[in-house]
C-alpha cells in the first residue's frame, strides 16, 4: 500500500493540472476573449483558445505558483501596465516561476502576443485605452 501512494497521487496530480472541456474554465475563457484578438495576434480566436489550453491552462486556469488566472482583470491589470511588450518579453523569457516559453516551446512573439490578450482580457483593454488616452493628451501640449 505504501508504494501505491506515491503512484495514486502522481497520477492525481497529473489528472487535475491537465487541460480539458471543464464547462467553467471553457465559460470564464471564453468570456476573458477580447474583441479583435485575430487582428492582434495573426491567429483566428478558435487556435489561440486551443493553444491556451494546451500549453497556459494548466498554470493560468488555477493560478498555479501565482500565476494570473485567466479573466482575473485585477491580477492582469498590474501587469498589464508594463506594457504587452514586456509581458511578451516575459513569456518568452521566462519570469518568476514561469519558465521560458511557459509550455509553448513552438509560438511565436505574435501567438504569445495573443494568448496574453485571451488571459487579461479587460485588463490589458484598459491599460491600452489609458494609454492611447495619456498619448492623446501629451501631444496637445
Known amino acids: 500500500m505504501k508504494r501505491l501512494l506515491p503512484i495514486l497521487t502522481a497520477t492525481l496530480v ?3 493540472c491537465a487541460p480539458g472541456d471543464d464547462p467553467a474554465v471553457s465559460s470564464q475563457a471564453a468570456a476573458s476573449q477580447p474583441a479583435g484578438i485575430q487582428a492582434a495576434s495573426g491567429a483566428a480566436p478558435e487556435d489561440i483558445r ?3 489550453l494546451r ?3 494548466s498554470c493560468h486556469g488555477p493560478g ?3 500565476a494570473p ?3 482575473d482583470v485585477a491580477a492582469w491589470k498590474p501587469r498589464a501596465a508594463k506594457g504587452l511588450d514586456v509581458l511578451v518579453t516575459n513569456a518568452m523569457e521566462g519570469y518568476r516561476a ?3 516559453r511557459g509550455l509553448c516551446f513552438d509560438c511565436t512573439e505574435s ?3 495573443g494568448l496574453i490578450r485571451y488571459m487579461a ?3 490589458l483593454d484598459d491599460t491600452a485605452g489609458a494609454e492611447a488616452g495619456r498619448d492623446t493628451t501629451s501631444a496637445g501640449h
Open 69 to 71: 488566472r485567466t479573466g
Open 55 to 57: 500549453s497556459c491552462h
Open 98 to 100: 514561469m519558465p521560458p
Open 64 to 66: 498555479v505558483t501565482g
Open 121 to 123: 482580457g479587460a485588463a
Open 50 to 52: 486551443e493553444t491556451y
Open 111 to 113: 501567438e504569445f502576443a
Open 14 to 16: 497529473l489528472v487535475a
